[in-house]
Nanobody, 123 residues
Framework: QVQLVESGGGLGQAGGSLRLSCVVS????????VAWFRQAPGKEREFVAG????????NYLDSVKGRFTISRDAAKRTVDLQMNNLKPEDTAVYYC????????????????WGQGTQVTVSS
């Protein structure tokens, strides 16, 4: 069983920064692909950024490339999402998710989910 706990959401301003953190427990960290997804009101959940089991494979949603950075720390068992140059359209609930298999950026392929953390960006 895998447990995921997100933190770091809140209110940010356009052009500002926020950092989200996901603490992973319950499974050997190196066996997990971990990703961040988000869901805005009235919209489907979408992939934001993800990292493969060894951290060597990283992928981003096109609209966040150059602004968001995902990082993985095996010692701390965390996967962080640094969000810079925030935009109002980044407003959503952000979820950390994990899967035991190799990389996939499809939310349906993820078995384990955190409770989500709200990010609100004001203009």
């Amino acid at each position: 069983q895998v447990q995921l706990v997100e933190s770091g959401g809140g209110l940010g301003q356009a052009g500002g920064s926020l950092r989200l953190s996901c603490v992973v427990s319950g499974q050997l960290f190196s066996t997990l692909t971990v990703a961040w997804f988000r869901q805005a009101p009235g919209k489907e959940r979408e992939f934001v950024a993800g990292t493969g089991r060894s951290g060597g494979i990283i992928n981003y949603l096109d609209s966040v490339k150059g602004r968001f950075t995902i990082s993985r720390d095996a010692a701390k068992r965390t996967v962080d999402l640094q969000m810079n140059n925030l935009k109002p359209e980044d407003t959503a609930v952000y979820y950390c998710a994990a899967r035991l298999q190799g990389v996939s950026w499809n939310s349906f392929d993820y078995n384990y989910w955190g409770q989500g953390t709200q990010v609100t960006v004001s203009s």
